[in-house]
């Protein structure tokens, strides 16, 4: 490809911007990126904004891609499944899929940013920080940038800008005020709070390592990541107003009572829960769809920036991964004809990302409400079950999004026949072994495919 030194500007140094950032730089462009927050390598993370991530399938595949999977080996901690833990403090392992290899990583934000940072600066990628994009002058070709730290306002020349600068994107706004700009956002009325199980004696954990725990109340629900270091990164997720919500704890009297009474067995774990609930700030999870993702060849927005999801299918950082392995294959394959290769990104990714935006959603549903509902574990039986039988056809949509790079697209349409399919062999049956098998060998051939995954 002859780049020749062609610079491509990226707002963001997050997850997203480092990673494409580097791979650029493998492929001969120039490559700078313009970051609004401090460096994290230079300063202690403000608290609560550390949250863990699970890596999978796609995440893994870009990283890989970009020969840094072997050493994050070191950072991540499989995860087996879901370990469930009741009011009276009893625990129900779910595995997440049939094989050894169906885990999904832990891996503390912190330290994949910083990894990857790291590596895009080794690689040759420029990162300013504490330069917040203000906005972009296409007809110029120009970002505006400020100084974080002076104040100071300037604009530097662009060829190509890609906004890598997550769901409140700069880059995003500026094109909100173009005709025909569509965009929606959607909040959930759900907060989250990030919060710490320490380690235990010794450094172990306090909890079984290889699990991503799961306390499901109906309407809210509390997780726990293992970190590395012996400690857990838990977050509570509760609706923001109302009955058991963020507005009612707020005294150290009321989160205490509420954990004591909801999550029994996780309070003697959470010495400092009290300290740490009212050190810590509440989030929110939104939902951004918009399009189109790119102007002229110039800009394009990537990431969170393009199709912000909420966390519950842990994918939002593999769906971005995912969007770079896309991008750089266009690249690969066009070369930098940059208003060619954007209008394919959008159109190879943007039913994907609504498909996974919409799975996120439901997904919310499942894990704070249905994983411990027991019609609900006995469908989960009947699809392991219809899995071993037909494993080329019936794929559960949690592996074709997890631990499958099969098109989001797919996974949302074939889970959706998959449903009616477990709810219609699941109707007046309640034991796997009583399910009419003749009926599923007709409808599983009937109405799935063998499916093709990558
Ligand atoms: C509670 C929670 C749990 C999650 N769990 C998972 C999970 O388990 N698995 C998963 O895959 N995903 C998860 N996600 C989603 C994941 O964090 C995001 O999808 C991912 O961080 C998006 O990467 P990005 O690079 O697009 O944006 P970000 O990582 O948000 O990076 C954007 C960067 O741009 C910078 N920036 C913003 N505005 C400007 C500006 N104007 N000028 C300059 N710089 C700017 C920001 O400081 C930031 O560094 C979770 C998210 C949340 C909130």
């Given at each position: 490809?002859?780049?020749?030194?062609?610079?491509?500007t990226?707002?963001?140094?997050?997850?997203?911007?480092?990673?494409?950032?580097?791979?650029?730089?493998?492929?001969?462009?120039?490559?700078e990126?313009?970051?609004?927050?401090?460096?994290?390598?230079?300063?202690?993370?403000?608290?609560?904004?550390?949250?863990?991530?699970?890596?999978?399938?796609?995440?893994?595949?870009?990283?890989?891609?970009?020969?840094?999977?072997?050493?994050?080996?070191?950072?991540?901690?499989?995860?087996?499944?879901?370990?469930?833990?009741?009011?009276?403090?009893?625990?129900?392992?779910?595995?997440?899929?049939?094989?050894?290899?169906?885990?999904?990583?832990?891996?503390s934000?912190?330290?994949?940013?910083?990894?990857?940072?790291?590596?895009a600066?080794?690689?040759?990628?420029?990162?300013?920080?504490?330069?917040?994009?203000?906005?972009?002058?296409?007809?110029?070709?120009?970002?505006?940038?400020?100084?974080?730290?002076?104040g100071?306002?300037?604009?530097?020349?662009?060829?190509?800008?890609?906004?890598?600068d997550?769901?409140?994107?700069?880059?995003?706004?500026?094109?909100?005020?173009?005709?025909?700009?569509?965009?929606?956002?959607?909040?959930?009325?759900?907060?989250?709070?990030?919060?710490?199980?320490?380690?235990?004696?010794?450094?172990?954990?306090?909890?079984?390592?290889?699990?991503?725990?799961?306390w499901?109340?109906?309407?809210?629900?509390?997780?726990?990541?293992?970190?590395?270091?012996?400690?857990?990164?838990?977050?509570?997720?509760?609706?923001?107003?109302?009955?058991?919500?963020?507005?009612?704890?707020?005294?150290?009297?009321?989160?205490?009572?509420?954990?004591?009474?909801?999550?029994?067995?996780?309070?003697?774990?959470?010495?400092?829960?009290?300290?740490?609930?009212?050190?810590?700030?509440?989030?929110?999870?939104?939902?951004?769809?918009?399009?189109?993702?790119?102007?002229?060849?110039?800009?394009?927005?990537?990431?969170?920036?393009?199709?912000?999801i909420?966390?519950?299918?842990?994918?939002?950082?593999?769906c971005?991964?995912?969007?770079?392995?896309?991008?750089?294959?266009?690249?690969?394959?066009?070369?930098?004809?940059?208003?060619?290769?954007?209008?394919?990104?959008?159109?190879?990714?943007?039913?994907?990302?609504?498909?996974?935006?919409?799975?996120?959603?439901?997904?919310?549903?499942?894990?704070?409400?249905?994983?411990?509902?027991?019609?609900?574990?006995?469908?989960?039986?009947?699809?392991?079950?219809?899995?071993?039988?037909?494993?080329?056809?019936?794929?559960?949509?949690?592996?074709?999004?997890?631990?499958?790079?099969?098109?989001?697209?797919?996974?949302?349409?074939?889970?959706?026949?998959?449903?009616?399919?477990?709810?219609?062999?699941?109707?007046?049956?309640?034991?796997?072994?009583?399910?009419?098998?003749?009926?599923?060998?007709?409808?599983?051939?009937e109405?799935?495919?063998?499916?093709?995954?990558?």
């Open positions: 490809m002859s780049a020749n030194k062609q610079k491509v990226l707002i963001g140094a997050g997850l997203t911007g480092p990673l494409l950032a580097l791979e650029l730089v493998k492929r001969g462009f120039q490559v990126i313009y970051e609004r927050r401090r460096d994290m390598r230079s300063v202690r993370m403000s608290a609560g904004r550390s949250i863990n991530l699970a890596l999978s399938a796609r995440g893994i595949h870009a990283l890989t891609e970009a020969r840094l999977w072997n050493d994050m080996q070191k950072i991540v901690i499989p995860m087996k499944g879901r370990m469930m833990h009741s009011t009276r403090s009893e625990m129900t392992f779910q595995p997440y899929g049939r094989y050894e290899s169906d885990v999904i990583n832990s891996i934000r912190a330290e994949l940013n910083i990894a990857l940072m790291n590596a600066e080794e690689g040759g990628v420029t990162i300013q920080f504490q330069k917040r994009c203000l906005g972009v002058d296409l007809k110029n070709g120009l970002v505006q940038l400020r100084d974080e730290q002076t100071e306002e300037r604009s530097v020349g662009i060829h190509v800008v890609i906004g890598c997550g769901s409140s994107s700069a880059i995003r706004d500026r094109m909100l005020k173009r005709s025909r700009f569509n965009f929606s956002q959607q909040y959930l009325d759900y907060g989250y709070k990030e919060l710490t199980i320490p380690a235990a004696a010794g450094g172990k954990h306090a909890l079984q390592t290889n699990a991503l725990h799961i499901p109340r109906g309407n809210y629900m509390l997780i726990a990541l293992p970190n590395v270091d012996g400690t857990f990164a838990s977050i509570l997720f509760l609706p923001f107003e109302g009955k058991d919500s963020f507005e009612q704890l707020s005294t150290r009297a009321a989160v205490l009572e509420f954990f004591r009474s909801r999550f029994p067995d996780a309070v003697p774990l959470m010495p400092d829960l009290a300290d740490n609930f009212f050190a810590n700030p509440v989030g929110s999870m939104v939902t951004i769809k918009c399009s189109p993702w790119h102007i002229d060849g110039r800009v394009l927005l990537l990431g969170d920036a393009a199709h912000a909420v966390p519950f299918f842990g994918q939002g950082i593999n971005g991964f995912e969007d770079c392995t896309v991008l750089l294959q266009l690249l690969d394959e066009h070369g930098p004809d940059w208003g060619r290769v954007f209008r394919d990104f959008e159109h190879a990714r943007k039913e994907n990302t609504d498909a996974i935006a919409d799975l996120a959603i439901e997904n919310f549903v499942e894990m704070r409400d249905r994983v411990s509902d027991s019609h609900f574990l006995f469908r989960k039986r009947v699809e392991l079950a219809l899995e071993e039988k037909y494993p080329d056809r019936f794929v559960p949509k949690y592996s074709m999004v997890t631990f499958l790079r099969v098109p989001y697209v797919t996974a949302l349409r074939r889970g959706q026949v998959q449903d009616r399919i477990l709810t219609e062999l699941c109707e007046r049956v309640d034991r796997v072994e009583d399910l009419d098998w003749a009926r599923a060998e007709r409808i599983v051939h109405e799935l495919t063998p499916l093709e995954s990558s």
